[in-house]
């Protein structure tokens, strides 16, 4: 008997049809990946099953009974839980009131601050139950969405990219917690981009295109290149990474504090500096502090193309050439209800005329660009930001900078959620800024990208930030170690 099956599941938006007569097959303690490029309706198909999205047609199985989800309340009393791509999480409450929320059962919060204590430390996935949200990174709230979930002992846990901002590390813990789940008899919807991932975790593999069911395949007998060519109908292009020429300093920081132990970088013109290191070591403050959002640094600490800017606004330094990709998508990239059009105008001002008067045909002519040239899947330039997947929202929120032409580009997470076609087309375009004699600073806790991205890389841990090492020089080993803040003095001085 299956766990779960759905038989021709669709769903219709106004601008796409999501999910087109959709059949899909879990057996208990089977990890079920499910592949598609960005906009495929993975994520539709996840809600569809969680209870929060109603089919317009289709039937559901659990357990070999017909049931109609209503709402994710009644998936949980079924035995389903969710880690959304995106989280559901109040940030004015602690790590514990967040996940005593989320639970069905009549818990003392005292008893639930407990279990995520135990949870966190048999599944190796580090969180202090009394912490603010709004203290965690983007990795740290995955920590807590996953932690929530395993609470609710579910028979079906479904994992929108899971591993999306881990390091190498924390993917290791998470899979051996998966598959100690798997061997308990409890089933796992796996979504991710990773093809290595998914080759080496999974069972089984569904492959969607443009909301259909193109393939069913075992990934352990696939290549990446052949599962590119399942979910993309062709294999990406290969990304063509030549030697940098640096040229003068454009950022420079000079023993920035604030949150941070006497932080000091170098950026130069016509170069990409990587920056890795395990989330919640200090990455979120220093991203603040370098785009402005943070005013707290003192104005010397923060040198712009010669000119002193700390402690000055986002836009004051936007207008001196320097931009900024933020981790969070929603909320701070974009604004969620608002349209892409509108969404331009938060960091972009060419269709702002005179008095501050907007040229709406303008706006939209620049949105419409912006949807072209990065591929964006979208219902036109009116779309709301919150329709989009999510990795289409990244494509567009990280194609507004680019585009924008700036001399300093500051990208956190540039590829989170992004199918292997959309981040090589975002990665060469990163490439290509360099080439044209942009500073880039990457922030990720994707080794790989930083690997092929970058001209040399920095790790950042407890708030201090390591010396340099040449791409050419560094190892995946050297880069994990210095991850735990392992860097000595001989290595500082080399």
Known sequence: ?????????????????????????????????????????????????????????????????????????????????????????????????????????????????????????????EVEPARPLHTLSVGERQRVEIIRALLTDPQLLILDEPTSVLTPQAVDKLFATLRQLAAKGCSILYISHKLDEIRALCHHCTVMRGGRVTGEVDPTQETNASLSRLMLGAEPPPLQHRASQPGEVALAVKGLGSGLQDVHLELRAGEIVGIAGVSGNGQQQLMALLSGEDARAQKSTIVLRGEPVGGTSPAYRRARGLHFVPEERLGRGAVPSMSLAHNTLLTRSEAVGRGGWLRLAALQQQATGLI??????????GAPAQSLSGGNLQKFIVGREIDARPQVLIVSQPTWGVDVGAAGQIRAELLALRDAGCAVLVVSE?????????????????????????????????????????????????
């Open 1 to 125: 008997m299956h766990r779960l099956e759905l038989q021709d599941i669709s769903k219709q938006y106004p601008a796409v049809k999501a999910n087109d007569r959709v059949s899909l097959r879990v057996k208990p303690g089977e990890i079920h990946a499910v592949l598609g490029e960005n906009g495929a309706g993975k994520s539709t198909l996840m809600k569809i099953i969680y209870g929060a999205v109603r089919p317009d047609e289709g039937s559901m199985r659990w357990n070999g009974e017909v049931v109609q989800v209503a709402n994710p309340a009644a998936a949980r009393a079924l035995g389903i839980s969710m880690v959304y791509q995106h989280f559901s999480l109040f940030d004015t409450l602690t790590v514990a009131e967040n996940v005593w929320l989320g639970l069905d059962r009549a818990w003392a919060l005292a008893d639930v601050t407990q279990r995520i204590g135990e949870v966190s430390a048999t599944y190796g996935l």
């Open 446 to 494: 994707d080794l790989d990208e930083l690997f092929e991205l970058s001209d040399r890389l920095h790790v950042i841990a407890g708030g201090r930030l390591s010396p340099s090492v040449p791409i050419a020089q560094a190892t995946v080993e050297q880069i994990g170690l210095w991850m735990s803040g392992l860097w000595d003095a001989t290595e500082a001085a080399a």
């Open 372 to 381: 072209s040239r990065f591929r964006v899947k979208a219902g036109g330039p």
